[in-house]
Nanobody
């Protein structure tokens, strides 16, 4: 029900914008939407989340990445600037049909819906 796109191979310092669209379900503004990523050999980690106008970011991406959403288009975006090689991972969008509190927005188990992932590779 979630479709992520926009990944690719870029050089360090470049920018990418990921998109996540929904099908078969309308995510209202009260839904919590987030991006996670998973690098080879590592656990899936929280990147950014959005809920009712509030946002949260992992410390590693704060100031470089921006999550935004267009509820009318059922689309969530992740603008990634100043990309680093350590940002290389498969990026997943996730959705929860409720407003998660900020203390739990980083927990992957809180999300009911997941996209298939899009690969982001940053070369040095």
């Amino acid at each position: 029900q979630l479709q992520a796109s926009g990944g690719g191979l870029v050089q360090a310092g470049a920018s990418l914008r990921l998109s996540c669209t929904t099908s078969g379900r309308t995510f209202s503004g009260t839904y919590t939407m987030a991006w996670f990523r998973q690098a080879p050999g590592k656990e899936r980690e929280f990147v950014a989340g959005s809920r009712s106008g509030n946002t949260a970011y992992a410390d590693s991406v704060k100031g470089r990445f921006t999550i935004s959403r267009d509820n009318a288009k059922n689309t969530v975006y992740l603008q990634m600037n100043s990309l680093k090689p350590e940002d290389t991972a498969v990026y997943f969008c996730a959705g929860a049909p409720r407003g998660l509190i900020m203390s739990t927005i980083r927990r992957s188990v809180e999300y009911d819906y997941w996209g298939q992932g899009t690969q982001v590779t940053v070369s040095s």
